[in-house]
């Protein structure tokens, strides 16, 4: 009996010390020495992996900036499908979400953002020369096409806003998964952001095209923020500052984040701030 009782004990000292681990916030972490870890998926050219697991894409290097700011040099990469993403840092497996996340009511109600790193648009991706002529969710509806979207995407909320049923959806794992679709075929377009649809097109030799975005509804443009968990709005507030002085000097932060196509026309306006896209988007 004694012996169980020591057993219980000192599973118990385990268990607290862990979850008392588990409960510290970010801030707190990063004082004890632990990295901060980037959780990303890979949407090109947004935020990747390269070859050594190292943070590519325009996000990752508007992120690392801020981090540079605020003094922090050191972190590790953590790749995610990206309907994994939000469930990844909930579960304590990542501390930010870099992956270019839009700022969403829905996504606001789990994770927190920080204030916007730049305004996009969406687009099609459809075949060479648009035999169908699908320039939006009218279009797909009118001809009855099968649109591919990435599930978690903020495309699909849209989509079904604009009223594409869900016979003519078809969901796939993140970027990777929508070129598959459009290459075998399985797809006659697909919506992404501008950014994956051109680097989609890029890709593919000129197989497909994008549309011009402003031919989508304006409704589709929205900011992108860093994602945090709500338990660490210490170090969300401390990074906003960071971003501010970022953004009022961007000469670093645009020679890095424009190797990827990121320009100050994606630099976020004044009025559209995290507080009003988690309430209208």
């Known amino acids: ?28 972490r990063l004082a ?43 972190h590790e990469t953590k790749v995610f499908e990206w309907s994994g993403l939000i469930p990844g840092l909930n579960a304590d ?7 270019g996340m839009y700022i969403l ?23 060479k020369g648009n035999p169908q002529g699908i320039y939006n969710y009218k279009d797909v509806i009118r001809t009855g096409a099968k649109l591919v979207t990435g599930a978690g995407f903020n495309t699909v909320e849209a989509a079904k806003k604009y009223g594409v049923p869900d016979s003519q959806m078809l969901l796939v794992e993140g970027e990777v998964g929508i070129l598959a679709a459009m290459k075998a075929g399985r797809a006659d377009a697909a919506v992404q952001t501008f950014f994956g649809a051109k680097e989609h097109e890029e890709k593919t030799g000129g197989a497909f095209e994008v549309t011009d975005p402003k031919l989508m509804p304006k409704e589709t443009v929205n900011v992108v923020g860093i994602g945090f968990r709500k338990s660490d709005s ?15 000097n961007p000469g ?3 020679e890095r ?3 990827y196509g990121y320009d100050k026309a994606q630099l976020p306006p004044p009025d559209m701030t995290t507080e009003w896209a988690c309430s209208t988007k």
């Open 105 to 127: 009511k829905s996504r606001c109600a789990n994770i927190d953002f920080s204030n916007p790193i730049g305004v996009f648009g969406d687009a099609m991706l459809v075949p």
């Open 1 to 28: 009996m004694r012996k169980i009782y020591k057993t219980l004990t000192v599973l118990f000292v385990l268990l607290f010390s862990i979850s008392t681990v588990n409960a510290k916030t970010l801030t707190e």
């Open 32 to 74: 004890d020495g632990h990295k901060l870890r980037l959780g990303f998926g890979t949407a090109v050219p947004w935020a990747y992996a390269g070859d050594n697991g190292e943070a590519l894409g325009f996000v990752n290097m508007i992120a690392l900036t801020v981090l540079e700011e605020m003094g922090i040099t050191e």
């Open 93 to 99: 497996r990542s501390d930010m979400i870099t992956g």
């Open 257 to 259: 984040a424009g190797k």
């Open 234 to 248: 210490k170090f969300r507030e401390a990074f906003n500052v960071a971003l501010a002085k970022v953004l009022a």
């Open 252 to 254: 670093k932060m645009l």
